[in-house]
């Protein structure tokens, strides 16, 4: 398990002064596929490059299991080529004088991995089929296309058996169909090899779709860790809520309270169960969650008891598997996308809840 306890880092210049790592605390399971994400300058790549040794902490430590990797305060500085892990970069860093076989294979040429010509062969060969490119073995790597440099790279980070892997944004200089098709093909090889990685993205799909767990960063600190659907569905701040994905925020004030976490909602269209980190006194002000997918559209005829949202549809857009608009009551806008009844912009609708629960924060912003 990857441990990195109060870390902090500042970069300082001489017209200002940078707080990018603040006091980040957390564990990464042994094995797991687990993703810093965060919008530009939020410190995830800083903390990866903390993880690798290529950038010196001010205070904090980092441990892989019981081996204490850096810690400024005891004068411990483990250098990147003894921590045991294996990096792909944004660029990839492939070398165009050497072909594919010598670019895998630079890792065990270096006087750390003391190896024989024919172990260095066989892993150099296992790494490249592991990746899928055994046919482009002697290719020149100027010759290969993004997908296949990202596979050489990623080979070459894992021919020499790493502890962890790193990945700093790796897919994100591939075209939208090569980095959806990359993005199941490492988490697939992932799974298989179960090395414990630590991925680094700007991108929500790539975070959801590939992680066993995802901590959110803002402003230096992670301000929320969990699962995918942890982090998506129940998120602890309005920043987490709003960087996963698109927010509508019905207003509402507590008509009963259930237990610390749970009660009943009453919104001007409706009552609603509702689920909070720690739900208020009765009569409070908060305010409920719901993403796009999570309003449905019903008939007349099939609408349901509690909540029922009545409004005018604008902003039509067409995504290909599906639609999204806007349901415009008043001044209140909530983006939802359309499950198959037929939407025109002015026409009148019907909205309800496709669950019967629904997440909600205090009024206040948190």
């Given at each position: 398990m990857i441990r990195l306890e109060s870390l902090d880092k500042t970069f300082r210049s001489s017209d200002r002064t940078v707080h990018v790592i603040n006091n980040v605390t957390q564990a990464i399971p042994d094995g797991s596929f687990f993703t810093l994400l965060g919008p530009s300058g939020c410190g995830k790549t800083t903390t990866l490059r903390v993880i690798a040794g290529l950038e010196r902490h001010d205070s904090g430590s980092v441990w892989f299991g019981d081996r204490l990797i850096s810690c400024p305060e005891k004068r411990i500085f483990t250098p990147t080529s003894n921590r045991d892990i294996g990096m792909v970069f944004q660029s990839y860093a492939i070398w165009p004088h050497m072909d594919v076989y010598h670019n895998v294979a630079y890792p065990l040429t270096t006087r750390r991995h003391r190896l024989s010509p024919d172990e260095i062969r066989k892993r150099v060969s296992d790494a490249i089929e592991l990746v899928g490119l055994g046919p482009l073995l002697r290719s020149p790597s100027t010759a290969l296309s993004g997908g296949q440099q990202q596979r050489v790279a990623l080979a070459r980070a894992l021919v020499a058996q790493p502890q962890v892997l790193l990945l700093d944004e790796p897919l994100s200089n591939l075209d939208a169909l090569l980095r959806e098709r990359m993005r199941a093909e490492l988490m697939q090889l992932q799974r298989k090899i179960r090395v414990t990685s630590v991925y680094v993205t700007h991108d929500r799909a790539e975070a959801l779709s590939m992680s066993d767990y995802i901590a959110v960063?803002?402003?230096?600190?992670?301000?929320?860790?969990?699962?995918p659907e942890e982090v998506y569905k129940r998120p602890t701040t309005e920043f987490v809520a709003q960087f996963l994905g698109h927010c509508n925020f019905l207003p509402a004030t507590v008509r009963e309270r259930r237990s610390a976490g749970s009660g009943i909602a009453e919104t001007p269209f409706g009552s609603v169960t509702t689920?909070?980190?720690?739900?208020?006194e009765v009569g409070s002000a908060i305010k409920l969650l719901l993403r796009p997918e999570d309003l449905v559209t019903v008939t007349e005829a099939s609408i349901p008891g509690n909540l029922v949202i009545r409004a005018k549809a604008a902003n039509t857009m067409y995504f290909g598997e599906h639609h999204e608009s806007d349901a415009v009551v008043g001044d209140m806008v909530l983006r939802f996308k359309a499950n198959g009844v037929p939407i025109v912009d002015g026409g009148e609708l019907n909205l309800s809840l496709r669950a019967p629960r629904c997440w909600a924060f205090p009024a206040e912003k948190s």
């Open positions: 960063m803002n402003g230096g600190c992670i301000e929320m860790a969990g699962t689920d909070m980190l720690a739900m208020p």
